[in-house]
């Protein structure tokens, strides 16, 4: 099996996009991830975005860069990216997941939000791929 990249980023939700237009970007997103193989999440708190995307290296950048350039947010930030042997969110096309701060490892998120909103990377990537499992993992739980 080939290795599944994982790119994590934070933005600036666009102050113009509505609940609604958001709520069907989400679903046409979710559509057209899973037609082609691509699982993640997004969370959306006090007018910031966290994504995750996770598929195919190629496939990945190619989305990043189009989502990158999407004006319904700006302050664009890759927070963590690289590979690993496993989807986190096998089951998920984009999910729409709330930050529950009951959950593990979802104050170390919230600090990877804290950078987005200040446009900074997060200091320690190394620590990313742990943070997430742990939250996915319980997000994923939590949804099921
Ligand atoms: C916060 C955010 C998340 C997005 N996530 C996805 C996604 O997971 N998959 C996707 O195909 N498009 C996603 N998009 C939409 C893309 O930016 C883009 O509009 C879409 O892929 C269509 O590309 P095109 O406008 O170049 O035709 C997202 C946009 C935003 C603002």
Same mark, same amino acid.
């Given at each position: 099996?080939s290795?599944i990249?994982h790119?994590?980023?934070?933005s %600036?939700?666009?102050e113009?996009?509505t609940?609604?237009?958001?709520?069907?970007? @989400?679903?046409?997103?979710a559509d057209?991830?899973?037609?082609?193989?691509?699982t993640?999440?997004l969370i959306?708190r006090?007018?910031?975005f966290?994504?995750? @995307?996770?598929?195919?290296?190629?496939?990945?950048?190619?989305?990043?860069? %189009? @989502?990158?350039?999407d004006?319904?947010h700006?302050d #664009?930030?890759?927070? !963590?990216?690289?590979?690993?042997?496993?989807?986190? #969110?096998?089951?998920?096309?984009?999910? %729409? #997941?709330?930050?529950?701060? =009951?959950?593990? =490892?979802? !104050?170390?998120?919230?600090? #990877?939000?804290?950078?987005?909103?200040? !446009?900074?990377?997060y200091?320690?990537?190394?620590e @990313?791929?742990r943070?997430l499992?742990?939250?996915t993992?319980? !997000?994923r739980?939590? =949804?099921?």
């Amino acid at each position: 099996m080939s290795p599944i990249y994982h790119l994590l980023y934070t933005s %600036r939700r666009a102050e113009s996009l509505t609940e609604k237009q958001l709520v069907d970007l @989400i679903k046409w997103s979710a559509d057209w991830n899973a037609q082609h193989h691509i699982t993640g999440f997004l969370i959306e708190r006090e007018g910031y975005f966290m994504q995750l @995307i996770e598929g195919k290296e190629d496939e990945i950048i190619t989305l990043f860069t %189009r @989502i990158e350039s999407d004006p319904r947010h700006d302050d #664009v930030i890759i927070q !963590a990216e690289g590979t690993s042997n496993a989807r986190l #969110v096998p089951d998920w096309h984009m999910e %729409r #997941v709330k930050l529950d701060l =009951s959950m593990p =490892s979802s !104050a170390e998120l919230l600090e #990877v939000y804290r950078r987005g909103r200040e !446009a900074l990377p997060y200091t320690h990537r190394e620590e @990313i791929m742990r943070i997430l499992e742990q939250f996915t993992s319980a !997000a994923r739980k939590k =949804s099921s």
